[in-house]
Every structure is written in structure tokens, then in C-alpha cells.
């Protein structure tokens, strides 16, 4: 059952913005161009952009882009904490009731695919967090490593285990937690979770970017050398100095894993800075093919390939919800 329910008064007022999509795709730039339109402020769906000093990797939102147009939900949360879905919507729910007692619209930008479904349509019936028996998968994930965990994933949870990557120790743990306390695999409440028969949460203008995908895979390449250019391997770096966790939840997201264990010199990590930039590449790719997978899978979602076409179909619908209102 969803325990964060927006009041009546937020429920009723006017629709908010939802840009999705996958990574690379240009959604942040979208959203900005939508604040010179229209007064809005920005809340990020992002579960990395979140944690206060994972930057470069996250694509986190410039210091000019965030004083220019106000931005929710970043930096919100040091490495060491937990910060999930539920915590997600809670916060989300109260930077936009906040947004709107200002008189602005809320536009609701990321790329979290779970963050979004359950901000929209409340959050799956799955039993909370065992920190006893997650512990002991975490044990069993340094001692065996995350793809054995995942094969085990396998056998009890097929259709989950096909959309988590064999090295997301966050997501593997978390099934095979679900699957021993319950008895049941965690797909089966996603399923019962049918976002086609539950009532919105919010009203919601909701835009999906998708460019080809040879345009998609070039954007993000190109976006990987440009982070390595700014200095991410010094970010992590200095991160691994500052005392973070190597194998805290946001030192093992896409990208900060790879360059964690490649700093580390851990078995399996890449021989090199130009294998480790392929490697990432290469992960980026693979992350947002199954991003794509899950946007499909959404209802109400309106989708272009450019952010041109998205902007006019945004300004307009703003338009008319303010002509509703009127």
C-alpha cells in the first residue's frame, strides 16, 4: 500500500511535467529550455544525482543551470546513507506541493524508472528492507561476488534477473531478499502492481525522449569522454580518500563501479584508462536499452525522438492547463 499519499488540494491542481527517458537522451537540457517558457522548477528523478559528491558521473545539473532554474531532489543525501524509492517519493511529494504554493509548475525530470512509477502510481506492495538477511547477501556478494548472487537471481526470478545487470549488487540483493522473505519473486509484485489499473497520483504531462539509437549510442560515448575529461577518475579518487565505502549503494551505480574497481585493482577490473572509458561506454549502452524497455512498458507517455517537437508539445499543454484554470 502507498503511504505517501498528496493531499486532496495537491491532487487536484494542475497537472505536473514528467521528462523521461533514457541517459543521454537530452532530457535535462529539454527541461531547462521548458523554464524559459514558463516558471517552473525542476525536481530530479535521478538516484544518483542525489548523493552529495557523485558529480561528473551523474550528470549532475551545473552550478549556473541550478541557479538559473530551481532544482529539487539533488544533493540531498551523503554516500553512506540508503536513499530508495519510498524516501523518493516523500521528499518529492513536499518539493512539489512547495513548487506549486509558489505558483509554479513542477517538472519532474530523470531517468529512474522506479522513482517515476512510484512517485506517479504509489509504491509496490513488497516487504521493507531485512537489514539482517541483506547483510548476508551483502557478505555473500564480497565473498562470491555479485554475478554468482545473480545467478541464483536467475533460477528463482527469470523475468527480473533479465533486467538487472549481473553486476548490480543493489538490485540482486534486493530480489533475493524479497524472493526469501516472501517466498515469491519479486516480479510477481511488480506485475500486481498494474500501473494500467491504479488511479494517478498526479495528473501528469508526461514526455518521453528516445533518439535513434546510433544517435543515442553516440551521444553517450561522446558523454563519457567528456566526464573523464573533467575529471571523474579525481572525483571517485577523492571520494575513496574522504572515507566513502567502495561498495557503499552509490559507489557500485553505472560508471562508479567500473572506476571503483578500477582504482581499487580489483579481479575482473579493466587493464586501463581506454578499457575502462569502452567498458563504461559499453555499460551505458546496455543501461539504456533496458531503460527504454521498462519507458515502453509506461502508460501516458508521449514520445519524441528531438527536443524540439517535445518543447512544443509541453508549452502547449501547460497552456491549456492554465486556460482550464482560468
Sequence with gaps: MDGHEPSRATSAAAPIVVICGPTASGKSG????????????????????????????????????????????????????????????????????????????????????????ALLYGMIDAPPRDDALRAELQLRVEAEGTPALHAELVAVDPEAAVRIHPNDAVRVVRGLEV??????????????????????????????????RPV?????????????ARGWLAEVEALLKAGVDPDAGPMRTLGYRAIVDFLLGRPGAARDEAALRVEIQRDHHHYAKRQLTWFRGQRELRWF????????????????ARGDRR
Excluded at 529539487?72 to 554516500?79: C, E, G, I, M, Q
Excluded at 530508495?84 to 518529492?92: H, K, L, N, T
Excluded at 518543447?311 to 501547460?318: D, F, K, N, W
Design 30 to 117: 529539454l527541461a531547462l529550455q521548458l523554464a524559459e517558457h514558463v516558471a517552473c522548477e525542476l525536481v530530479s528523478a535521478d538516484s544518483v544525482q542525489v548523493y552529495r559528491g557523485l558529480d561528473i558521473g551523474s550528470a549532475k545539473p551545473t552550478a549556473a543551470e541550478r541557479e538559473a532554474v530551481p532544482h529539487h531532489l539533488v544533493d540531498v543525501a551523503d554516500p553512506s546513507e540508503v536513499y530508495d524509492a519510498g524516501r523518493f517519493v516523500e521528499e518529492a511529494d513536499a518539493a512539489i506541493a512547495a513548487i506549486r504554493a509558489q505558483g509554479r509548475l513542477p517538472v519532474v525530470v530523470g531517468g529512474t524508472g522506479m522513482y517515476l512509477r
Design 179 to 212: 524472493f526469501a522473505l516472501t517466498g515469491r519473486p519479486q516480479s510477481a509484485f511488480f506485475e500486481a502492481h498494474d500501473v494500467k489499473a491504479r488511479a494517478p497520483r498526479y495528473a501528469a504531462v508526461q514526455v518521453a525522449l528516445a533518439p535513434a
Design 216 to 228: 543515442l549510442y553516440g551521444r553517450i560515448d561522446a558523454r563519457v569522454l567528456d566526464m573523464f
Design 305 to 320: 525522438d528531438s527536443r524540439g517537437p517535445a518543447l512544443r508539445e509541453l508549452t502547449a499543454a501547460v497552456a491549456v
